[in-house]
């Protein structure tokens, strides 16, 4: 279901709501994390970061969220080189904005101690 709603914001083409289709991708990356597709999570927090780069400023809290989802993504693949950049950039917005999930911060922690909220 979360698919096919993303595939009709996708079909919306220019005119879609660009902003509508990252919130769509970063959620959908979500789903697909918490499930285990981690090369199709990471594919789809992409798009999404790229869209927010393009709308929000660089210490936007939706611009941290798809940093942070892109961020676990990699880690969960094992590319720590790649992720650690994103969640140094993303922590500090979330916790600014008070927006780090508590479950993320715990999986992220146990990775990466150095990074997380506290």
């Given amino acids: 279901m979360a698919r096919d709603a ?3 914001l996708e079909a919306g083409g220019a005119t879609a709501d660009r902003s509508e289709l990252a919130d769509a991708q970063a959620a959908l990356g979500g789903i697909l994390l918490e499930s285990g597709a ?3 999570a990471e594919a789809l927090f992409r798009r999404a970061l790229e869209i927010r780069r393009d709308r929000f400023p660089e210490r936007h ?3 941290a969220e798809a ?3 892109l961020g676990e993504a990699l ?3 094992g ?3 790649e992720a650690a950049p994103l969640l140094r950039s993303a922590f500090p917005i979330l916790r600014v904005w008070g927006l780090a999930d508590p479950v993320v911060v715990e999986r ?3 990775e990466w101690p150095d990074l997380a909220p506290h």
Avoid: D, S, W
């Fill in 6 to 8: 993303l595939r009709v």
């Fill in 38 to 40: 981690l090369a199709e």
């Fill in 61 to 63: 809290p939706k611009l």
């Fill in 67 to 69: 940093m942070c989802g």
């Fill in 75 to 77: 880690t969960e693949q």
């Fill in 79 to 81: 590319r720590r080189a």
């Fill in 108 to 110: 992220i922690a146990a």
